[in-house]
């Protein structure tokens, strides 16, 4: 384990990080959740990676991780906050089996595991931050995440360095679900090198927020936003 691990994790939970990195070092590789490249680097590349996103997490979120995989960032936000109520959402029966065992054996009491995609809880449940990591572009992200934040709550998604192009092709989808102006954030100076970027979103007006728009049946605002995204182009 990393030192700098000592200054993220607070100290009666940085042995469950580590439990849990080697989880995923073991189980998650045998399982094929986790590539058998990645198990050396999982502390650089994936748990601290992860961990930072705490900077962005208000104290007491509800946090809802939408394609967590095998648990990046959320299992590991959960491990790190206590304060927080943590759902991870995986379409993958792989993958949601080993985050309850994983959820089991460290007694993580905050943690829920849903086993479906982001849309099946559009117009079921809405939280303070929806996270995501390696999940899809953010103009399709938007359509997922967008309908489970809450009036004044965020979308806050881990990026490369693709951000800024992403930003410019979500413009339509952006403007379509009244979204504020995303702000592109970095966090992990001098935890992880180079630091993390993420990609902040709020609704421009919470009083005014897109629900109509969420309840659209998925194909009819797929046309939508198929419709609009071909009026820009021309
Ligand atoms: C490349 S993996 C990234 C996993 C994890 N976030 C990470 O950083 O390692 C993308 C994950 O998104 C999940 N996924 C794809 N579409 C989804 C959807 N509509 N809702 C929720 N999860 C989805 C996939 O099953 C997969 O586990």
Request: glycine share 8%; with cysteine; net charge neutral.
């Amino acid at each position: 384990m990393p030192d700098v691990a000592q200054r993220v994790f607070p100290s009666d939970r940085v042995g469950l990080a580590s439990r849990y990195t080697e989880l995923l070092a073991t189980e998650g590789v045998v399982r094929g959740l986790i590539g058998p490249r990645e198990a050396p680097r999982l502390w650089d590349r994936h748990i601290l990676n992860s961990a930072v996103l705490s900077e962005v997490v208000p104290h007491g979120a509800s946090v809802c991780d939408v394609g967590t995989g095998a648990g990046l960032p959320g299992m590991v936000l959960a491990i790190a906050r206590p304060d927080l109520t943590v759902t991870l959402v995986e379409p993958l029966l792989r993958r949601t089996t080993f985050l309850d065992e994983v959820v089991d054996e460290l007694g993580l009491h905050h943690v829920t595991v849903v086993r479906g995609r982001a849309e099946d809880l559009h117009g079921a449940a809405t939280f303070d931050v929806v996270t995501s990591r390696a999940v899809a572009p953010l103009e399709r992200l938007l359509g997922w995440s967008m309908p489970l934040v809450a009036p004044t709550g965020a979308l806050v998604a881990m990026k490369g360095r693709s951000v800024e192009d992403e930003v410019s092709s979500a413009a339509v989808v952006l403007t379509t679900w009244r979204c504020g102006p995303p702000e592109v954030l970095e966090v992990g100076t001098g935890v992880v090198d180079p630091p993390s970027t993420v990609v902040r979103v709020r609704w421009s007006d919470p009083a005014r927020i897109g629900w109509p728009l969420a309840r659209e049946p998925r194909r009819r605002r797929q046309g939508r936003e198929r419709r609009a995204a071909k009026r820009e182009v021309n």
